[in-house]
C-alpha cells in the first residue's frame, strides 16, 4: 500500500497527511488524549461512588450505636416475689400499673381498651412506658461504639453515672410497627410508611394512564408540525424542569383549596373534615402525579418513537386500523422503556418532600391513614421532621426512617424491574 | 443524465400505458398519477395497468420513485403526513384514493412485502395468525396458519417450532414468513418492495422461486434493483427514470422480454445495458 501511495503521490513534500514516524507519533499523541479523558471519567465515578459511601457509612453511623439510659424506676424493684418484671402473668402486671400511675390515666386507659381485653405485652409496654419511663441521656455513633468502646463506657460513667449503658440499633422491628411518639425509644415509622405507600399509589394511578395516554397521542397521533402540538411539545420538556415546590404550590392552590369538597371526602361524606380539609392523601398523590407526569410523558414517547417504524408499517401493510398497530405492536414495544421512564419517576415522588410540605403533610400524626380522605404523613416528611428536632436521640430515629425510605425504594424499583423484565422475556417469546 | 427528451407525456402515455400483448384482465390501474412530498413532485403522470396473475417488475435507477409508486397501490404513502397523491389508482375499477374509500380495507386485499424482513417480535404462528385475526378470520387458524406458512415454503422448515420466536429465524426464513403473513390475510394483489436485496444469493434463490409459484394466484408488483432479477421471473418490466427536477417519470412499460432484448426508448437500453445510473 505503501508503494502504491508513493506512486500516486511522488515526492514526499507534497504529502497532507503524515506518514511513517510522524504519523506514529500522531497516532500516539491521540490514543494518549484519549486515556487522559478515560481517567478524567474514572475520577469522577470514582467521586460519585466516594460521596455514595460517606452518605450511607453517616446514616449508619447514626442508625445503630451505644445509647445510655436511666430509668425512672428501676425494672427490678417492680419484681414481685423474686419473679422479673418480664415474666410476670398480667394480673400482677396491672397491678404494678395502678398502683404507679395516677388513677385518672388508669381510667383513660380502661375507657381506650378495657384491661379485660389487653394482651399481656401490651400492659407490659405501658409499664415500661409510664413506670419504668427509660430516658435517653446519649447516644453515641456506631464506630465510636465499635472502636472507641472504652471511652465511650468512661464517658458515660463519668457524666450519666447510673445509667444503663447498651448498644441499641435503632432500626428495629418495632420502629417499623409502631407509630409516631414523642418519646423517641418509642417512636415508629408505620404511620409514615402507610402514608408513603397510599400516596404513591394515588401517583402511579393518576399519573401512568394520562401520562401514557399522552405520549401515544404526541407521537403517534398529533402532527408534529402544528405549532400547537410544537407549542404542547415544549411546554412539556419546560415542566419537567420546574422546581417541585411549585408543583405544591399548585397542589395547595387547586387540589387543597379550590377542590376541598373532593379532596376532603366531602362529597361523600366521609373523611375527617374537622382536621384533614383538603390536606389529605389524594391532594398530595395527585400533586406528586403532577409533578411527575412530565417526566413519564417525555420517557413514554422516548420509548414509542424508539419503536421501529417497520413494524408499524407490517401492521399497516396487513390492514390493521391504526388504534390495533398501536395496542397490538407499538405499546409491547415500548412498554419497558415506558415503565423504566415510569420506575425512575416514581422513585422521585417517593423521595419528595417540598410539595407535601406545601401541601400540608402533618407533621405529627399517629393515626395510620384509613383512606384516600385520611390526614397523612409520608416518610421525607417524618425524616425532616425528626432531623429538625433539638434532641439528639431524634437524629437517630431520622437516619433510622432513612434506612427505612431507601429500602422502601430499592423494594419497589425492584419489583418493577422485575416487572419489566417479565415484560421483555415474555415478548421475546411469545 | 441521459434522460431528458422524454418530457411530453402525451405521446409517453399512448405508448407506454400497458404492455401490448396483455391479457385481458388488469389488476390495478394508475392514470395520471402524480406523487408529492410537500411541493416537490416525486413522480409525475405515471399511467400504468397492470396485468392479473402475473409478475410486474418495478426497475430504474435510484430515486426515481419506484418504491414511492408501489406504495401508492396500497396506499402505504398516506402514513407520511406530506405525501399529496393526483390522479387516480383504479382497483377492480374502483379508485383507491376516493374520499369514500378506506386505506385499511385496501391495505388487506393489496398486501405487501417490504425490503427488510419485518416480522413481528412474536411466535412464528401469531406472526402468521395476527393479521387474518384482527381481519375477522373465524375459521381453524390453526389450518389457515399451516396452509399460509405452506405457500411460502415454509412449513417443512418450521414446523417444529411454531411457537418459538420469529426473530430466531434467519435473514431469509424471516421474508419467507412476511410473505406467508401477507398471503395468510388472502390479498388479491402482493406489493413487493425489493425482497431480497437484503438476503444472500441462496435466499434471494428460493424468494424469486416462490415468487413465481405465488403468481399463479396472486398478481405481483416487485421493486427491484437487480436487473437480472427482473429479467428472470417478471413477466413484464416497468422502467421509471428520474427527470433534471429529480422528478420519477414512467419511461417504459412492456413484455419483460421486450424491455430487456429490443426496448423502445434509448434512455431505457442505456440503463439496460449499463451506460447509466
Not at chain 1, 95 to 106: Q, V
Not at chain 1, 398 to 422: C, D, G, Q, T
Request: net charge neutral; charged share 20%; glycine share 8%.
Amino acid at each position: 500500500m505503501a508503494v502504491h501511495q508513493r506512486q500516486t503521490v511522488p515526492q514526499a513534500a507534497d504529502r497532507l497527511m503524515p506518514s511513517g514516524a510522524a504519523h506514529h507519533e500522531q497516532v500516539v499523541a491521540r490514543q494518549r488524549r484519549g486515556r487522559i479523558w478515560a481517567i478524567v471519567f474514572q475520577a469522577a465515578m470514582l467521586a460519585g461512588i466516594v460521596a455514595l459511601c460517606a452518605l450511607l457509612l453517616n446514616i449508619l453511623n447514626q442508625s445503630f450505636g451505644y445509647v445510655a439510659i436511666v430509668n425512672t424506676i428501676d425494672p427490678a424493684e417492680l419484681a414481685v416475689d423474686g419473679v422479673p418484671l418480664n415474666e410476670l402473668p398480667k394480673e400482677n402486671l396491672v397491678e404494678i400499673l395502678e398502683a404507679n400511675i395516677s388513677a385518672g390515666l388508669m381510667r383513660r386507659y380502661e375507657h381506650d381498651i378495657p384491661f379485660a381485653e389487653r394482651s399481656r405485652e401490651n400492659v407490659h409496654d405501658l409499664i415500661l412506658e409510664r413506670v419504668v419511663e427509660p430516658q435517653v441521656q446519649a447516644t453515641w455513633g456506631l464506630f465510636d461504639s465499635i472502636f472507641a468502646r472504652d471511652s465511650v463506657f468512661a464517658e458515660a460513667d463519668e457524666r450519666f453515672p447510673g445509667s444503663d449503658v447498651y448498644f441499641r440499633s435503632w432500626l428495629t422491628t418495632s420502629f417499623i410497627s409502631k407509630s409516631q411518639s414523642s418519646e423517641p425509644l418509642r417512636a415508629g415509622v408505620r404511620t409514615a410508611i402507610f402514608g408513603s405507600l397510599w400516596v404513591v399509589a394515588i401517583t402511579i394511578l393518576f399519573s401512568f394512564p394520562i401520562g401514557v395516554g399522552a405520549a401515544i397521542y404526541l407521537e403517534e397521533y398529533a402532527h408534529k408540525e402544528r405549532l400547537l402540538n410544537r407549542l404542547i411539545q415544549t411546554n412539556i420538556n419546560n415542566l419537567a424542569g420546574v422546581p417541585s415546590i411549585i408543583y405544591g404550590m399548585l397542589g395547595l392552590a387547586i387540589f387543597v383549596r379550590i377542590l376541598e369538597l373532593f379532596t376532603s371526602g366531602a362529597f361523600l361524606g366521609i373523611g375527617d373534615q374537622s382536621t384533614a380539609n383538603g390536606r389529605t392523601i389524594i391532594s398530595a398523590g395527585l400533586t406528586l402525579g403532577l409533578l411527575i407526569l412530565p417526566l413519564i410523558i417525555i420517557n413514554g414517547q422516548e420509548a414509542i418513537r424508539a419503536v421501529p417504524n417497520s413494524l408499524r408499517q407490517a401492521g399497516f401493510g396487513l390492514g390493521a386500523t391504526h388504534w390495533q398497530v398501536i395496542w397490538h405492536h407499538v405499546l409491547p414495544s415500548a412498554m419497558p422503556g415506558v415503565l423504566t421512564g415510569t420506575i425512575l419517576a416514581v422513585s422521585r415522588a417517593i423521595g419528595e418532600t417540598a410539595p407535601l410540605v406545601v401541601v400540608g403533610a402533618s407533621t405529627f400524626i399517629a393515626l395510620d391513614p384509613s383512606g384516600p380522605f385520611s390526614k397523612f404523613t409520608v416518610l421525607p416528611i417524618q425524616i425532616y421532621q425528626w432531623t429538625s428536632r433539638p434532641q439528639d436521640e431524634f437524629r437517630n430515629l431520622a437516619a433510622a426512617a432513612i434506612l427505612v425510605l431507601l429500602i422502601l425504594l430499592l423494594s419497589l424499583n425492584a419489583s418493577a424491574v422485575l416487572l419489566r423484565n417479565r415484560f421483555d422475556r415474555s415478548r421475546a417469546i411469545a | 443524465m441521459t434522460v431528458t427528451l422524454e418530457r411530453p407525456s402525451q405521446t409517453r402515455t399512448e405508448t407506454v400505458g400497458s404492455p401490448p400483448n396483455g391479457p385481458v384482465g388488469n389488476a390495478i390501474e394508475a392514470e395520471k398519477m402524480s406523487v408529492f412530498y410537500g411541493d416537490f413532485c416525486a413522480v409525475r403522470d405515471v399511467d400504468m395497468k397492470v396485468p392479473s396473475n402475473k409478475i410486474t417488475a418495478i426497475i430504474g435507477p435510484s430515486g426515481c420513485g419506484k418504491s414511492t409508486v408501489l406504495r401508492c397501490f396500497n396506499r402505504m404513502n398516506d402514513l407520511i403526513a406530506s405525501v399529496r397523491i393526483e390522479g387516480e389508482v383504479l382497483f377492480q375499477g374502483q379508485n383507491i384514493y376516493a374520499g369514500d374509500v378506506d386505506p385499511v380495507e385496501v391495505r388487506r386485499r393489496i398486501g405487501m412485502v417490504f425490503q427488510k424482513p419485518n416480522p413481528f417480535p412474536k411466535t412464528i404462528y401469531e406472526n402468521v395468525a395476527w393479521g387474518t385475526r384482527i381481519n375477522g378470520f373465524r375459521g381453524d387458524m390453526d389450518e389457515m396458519v399451516e396452509r399460509a406458512l405452506r405457500s411460502a415454503a415454509l412449513w417443512e422448515e418450521v414446523k417444529d417450532k411454531l411457537q418459538q420466536s420469529a426473530l430466531g429465524l434467519s435473514g431469509g426464513q424471516q421474508q419467507r414468513l412476511c410473505i406467508a403473513r401477507a398471503i395468510a390475510v388472502e390479498p388479491e394483489i402482493i406489493l413487493m418492495d425489493e425482497p431480497a436485496s437484503a438476503l444472500d444469493p441462496i435466499a434471494t434463490l428460493r424468494i424469486e422461486d416462490l415468487m413465481k409459484e405465488l403468481s399463479v394466484k396472486y398478481t405481483i408488483i416487485v421493486v427491484t434493483h437487480n436487473m437480472q432479477q427482473a429479467a428472470r421471473i417478471s413477466d413484464y418490466t416497468a422502467f421509471f427514470s428520474v427527470d433534471d427536477n429529480r422528478t420519477g417519470n414512467l419511461i417504459e412499460f412492456d413484455d419483460t422480454e421486450k424491455i430487456f432484448t429490443n426496448p423502445s426508448r434509448k434512455s431505457t437500453e442505456d440503463y439496460i445495458t449499463g451506460r447509466f445510473g
